[in-house]
Each structure stands twice: as C-alpha cells, then as structure tokens.
C-alpha cells in the first residue's frame, strides 16, 4: 500500500508530505482549491509526460516521492518486473521523480537513478488510476477487446503469446516471399524490370575511371583555343626569332675546350647538356601538343552525349560508376534468383498456407474462450450495476469473428481475429445499443464504477485511485457509490477525489484539500482530518445554507450509517 507522498513545488503546494492509512482514503475540498494538483502529482509517478508549466513558479524543479509498503503484497506482478531488470526490492519500495525546469526528468528507485522504462514498469504494478479519461476509454469500441481480455487474464494470455509467435513465423514467410518475387504477378513485373534495367547498363557499357577522363577531355575542349594560344606562345618563345635551344649548344661548343682545364667548367657543361636535351624534347612536346588539339563540333558532341549517358547511369543506379557496376552485379544473381525460384517459392506458400491454417484455429481458440467468459463477465458487471441502483440495466459483449474464407490476412493482430464491442441499456424495455451511442454521464460513471470492480478482483492489494468518480450522480446513489467503493477498499487501498457527502462518509482517512493566501501569495495545503473537522467538511459539503446545525445532524448520520456498514462487511 502507499505510506505515503511528499510534493514539492508541484504548482500551488510549497511542500507537504501526506501519510496514508490502508482502506478508503478521501479527499475533498472546494472547487478550484488544487484537487487536480494531486492527480498530476500521482501521474508524474506512473512517469506520464510532466509539463515544465507544473513547476512552482520561480522554483528551479519540483518534486514527488512516494514510498509503499509492500510486505502483505502478493506481488508477483511486481516481483516478476523487479526480477526483468535485476533490481532487487524487499518490504518497501520508493518511488521519486524529479521534473527539472528544462523539462527534463530524474528517475529513481529507492533512492537510485533509473530510466523512465523501469520506473514506468515498477510504478504501474503499485498504483492504479482511474478518472473521467478512463470512463471516456470505455466509450471506445477499440478498447473493449483490451478489457475483456484483462478480465480473463492469464488464459487468453497464454494463447496471445502463441499468437505472436506465429504471427512472427507469419512475417518471416511474407519476407521470404518478397524477398523471392511475392506471388506471380510481383515476380514476372520484378523479372521483366531487372531485364531491363540489366540491358541498360550493359548497353552502356560502362569502364570505371571513364567519367573522369571524359570529363578532363570535357574541359580541354571547352577551353581549347585558351589552350593553343598559351602553347604557340611558349613555343614562339623558346623556338621563335631567338633559338634557345641553339644558344644551349653554343654555349656547350664554347666550354668544350676548356673543360679539362678547369675543373668547375667539366661540371657546367655538363649541367648546360642536360639543359639542352630537356629544352630540345619541351619545344618537340609543345608542339606535339599544339598539333593534337584538334577537336571538331561532332567530337565536342560525342563526348557530350557519351557525359550524358553516364550521367543517366549514375542517376538510375549509383552514385559512381562503381555503384553501376556493381548494381549490375547483384540485379543478374537476383534476376537469376528469381528465375529459378519456383520450388523455394511453392515450399513457402505451402508453409504459409499451414501456417495460417494454425493460426485460424488458434484465433478460434481465442474467440470460445471469449464468448464462454464474456457470458461471466455479463453477469458480474449487471451484479454490479444493479448494486449500484441500475436494477434493469442490460449489457452484452458482442463478439464476431470472419469466417475462415472470409477473413484476410491483413485482419489479424495480436489479440487474434475477434472484435469485441460493449452493448448497453440502463432502463426497462429499451433495447441495448452501442456504449457510446446510449449512457448518460451519471449512468457512465456508475459503469466505470462496476467496471473497475470486476477488473480489480484479481489484483489485491494495489493502490487504486478514483478521480471524480461521481460525476453525473448524486443522493442515494452516492451512498451506493460509496459501499461499492468501501468493498474495493476491502482488498486494496483506495484513493478517492470526490464532491459527493455521501461518498466521503464511508473514508478510514479524510483529507482536506484548502487554497490559501499569505502574504500576497496562493498555496495548497493537504491534511487529515480528525473526527470533529470530518464532521464540519461533510456537513459543508451537504449544502445546506439555511441550517448549520441540521448539516452537522446529517453529517453525523452518515458517518453513522457508514461506519454501521462497514463492520458488518
């Protein structure tokens, strides 16, 4: 059970720290006096999204901690989750969150930092909420195949990790299909592609390095009358009115003589003949040069047209005309696959073929078991609603299945081929329709209520809360409400916002939720009642403004009645 729950800068509480007691806890208080700060306290702890905005103003972070005792839990829920990620939990568990004002959140364990993950896991087998979202999840036919199921329990579960099992195999077959073609019509229009696209290239012919040279050719051609000019320039330099080369030589004729005389005139003409041969093979290649830059329109064309073609390749096929190639590699050992896949294919349409034969006798598995417990579920939920003042209400779960030649593959999901939709009437001689289409908002809430006692049975020992569970109702039915809820209290602990006297009287432990003002400041502030004060807040919530005293007669019958109903359970 929750001991208890400390809030920090959570939007109008400064700090307060609530102590719980097991059974039925209440809380009352104005409207507007900060009743939902609580609720989106609890919820920062099953780890929903925290909005920054939550944060007291002008506080860098807030904080909520709680802290449960689990001794006399059952637990194995918990234990099994505790025993995933190897933490180790012993009779007290503690849960803290802390929402920093970037957004952020810290997650910790019995004081140690863990991730939203675990703390989500851990959090959601301690507590369990219950407000108007979830009465308005009711009204969804989506949901109800979820909640049934959650009623059946370990049964139906079973037989789902089964399902998922094969709906797994399913998968792989499907990608091995696809992986060979899909059915006969896929593969023939891949055949005929990779054909295509395998002529294509080849008709290209494609040589790496290709592009590069065309493209330098490319350049060349573009700027080749920039080209010659600058070589006949050079050339007219170095063989033009003065010979260079010429001036070389007789340079060389001129140090021959003394050469052997002098021992650094050896070594000059050497260097000079050397000179001489690179400048004499310079002039021939820039005049090779010269005579080779030759290009007329239709060569320009060519390798324009020759750019384009490769271009194309690229786009189609690879960013390189590596990635062509090898493209083309792999289209010929897929076409080849594909062309010789007729026995692999027909063994994994067989296979698939057994395999959603299973399957379906599987998903008919499921869908008895279904019907058999939906006909227990009926008769619980309509105990519970004539409990609650709705003696001629009507309710059935309607579940349908495709036949086994109707249904398609793409009609299974993990909880089978069933859907399942909730009928309703609450009154004599009206036929029942469909949940969202007939139940009011009082009718709604006592649903919820009857619903929440029947999902509940297998899981003691947990601590649930109910959010505003009256709305819509009132008098009589209050009282009703609130036993109902007492009996939940019996095997969980229950905590309860509520607005009805009625509900109230029935609480082990009431709280009062008060706004304030202090020194130009607003701020929440949350405390037990002792049995004087739980008079006085009963009877104020009575509302009757003429009589005072006739409000603390009646506050006291309730109390009275309450607690006489309470130790006869």
């Known amino acids: 059970m929750l001991k208890s729950l400390y809030i920090k800068d959570v939007a109008l509480i400064d700090e307060v720290r609530i102590d719980f007691t097991d059974g039925f806890n209440v809380f009352t208080g104005e409207t507007g006096a900060g009743k939902s700060i ?57 849960l803290s969150r802390v929402v920093n004002i970037n957004g952020r959140s810290e997650y910790r364990l019995n004081g140690i930092l863990t991730t939203m993950n675990v703390f989500r896991k851990i959090s959601a087998e301690l507590l369990d909420i219950f407000g108007q979202h979830d009465s308005f999840a009711l009204l969804k036919a989506d949901n109800h195949i ?48 990779l054909q295509f696209e395998i002529n294509q290239i080849e008709d290209a012919d494609l040589q790496e390095g290709e592009d590069d040279e065309l493209e330098t050719k490319r350049i060349e051609m573009i700027n080749s009358e920039k080209i010659v000019t600058a070589l006949h320039g050079a050339y007219d330099e170095l063989a033009g009115g003065v010979d260079v080369v010429e001036l ?54 060519n390798i324009m047209d020759r750019l384009e073609i490769i271009k194309d390749m690229k786009r189609k096929y690879g960013s390189t005309i590596s990635d062509v190639l090898a493209y083309l590699e792999q289209s010929k050992i897929r076409l080849n696959m594909l062309i010789n896949c007729d026995a692999e294919l027909a063994r994994l349409n067989e296979e698939k073929t057994q395999l959603l034969d299973d399957i379906y006798v599987l998903c008919t598995k499921m869908q008895d078991i279904r019907v058999a417990k939906a006909r227990e579920f009926e008769r619980l939920l309509l ?15 309607s579940i349908t299945m495709p036949n086994k030649d109707e249904f398609e593959e793409s ?47 297998d899981e ?110």
């Open 38 to 94: 609580l609720i989106d306290s609890i919820c920062l702890l099953l780890g929903e999204k925290a909005d920054k905005s939550l944060i007291k103003s002008g506080r860098p972070y807030a904080k909520v901690e709680a802290i449960f005792d689990i001794a006399d839990l059952d637990g194995s829920k918990l234990l099994n989750v505790a025993k995933e990620f190897d933490i180790e939990i012993d009779e007290t568990v503690s």
């Open 411 to 457: 009609d299974l999901t993990k909880n089978g081929l069933s859907s399942v939709e909730f009928l309703f009437s609450a009154n004599l001689g009206e036929a029942i329709k469909p949940l969202d289409r007939i139940i009011s908002g009082g009718e709604l809430s006592r649903f919820s209520l009857a619903f929440k006692a029947i999902l509940n049975l």
């Open 383 to 397: 105990g519970e609603l004539k409990d609650l003042n709705m003696p001629n209400a009507q309710f059935k779960a």
């Open 146 to 193: 979820a909640y049934l199921d959650k009623f059946i329990g370990a049964e139906i579960e079973k037989l789902k990790v089964d399902l998922l099992d094969k709906l797994n195999k399913l998968s792989e077959y499907n990608r091995g299909i696809s992986r060979l073609g899909g059915d006969e019509r896929q593969r023939s229009r891949e055949i005929e592609l």
């Open 248 to 301: 070389v030589k007789n340079s060389i004729s001129d140090l021959s003589p003394i050469s052997g005389l002098y021992n650094d005139v050896g070594s000059l003409k050497d260097r000079l003949t050397s000179v001489r041969w690179e400048l004499d093979d310079i002039v021939s290649s820039i005049s090779q040069c010269i005579n080779n830059i030759n290009y007329s329109d239709q060569d320009v064309n």
């Open 460 to 569: 003691p020992n947990k601590t649930i809360i109910f959010d505003e569970i009256d709305a819509g109702i009132g008098g009589n039915t209050g009282s009703v409400v609130g036993k109902k809820i007492t009996r939940i209290s019996q095997k969980n602990q229950v905590l309860c916002i509520t607005h009805l006297a009625q509900i109230a009287s029935f609480a082990d432990g009431h709280y009062k939720i008060n706004k304030l003002e202090d020194n130009c400041r607003t701020y929440t502030n949350i405390r037990l009642l002792n049995e004087g004060e739980r008079t006085e807040e009963i009877g104020r919530m009575i509302g009757v403004i003429d009589s005072t005293e006739y409000a603390m007669l009646h506050s006291k019958e309730l109390i009275d009645e309450a607690n006489k109903f309470k130790m006869a359970l």
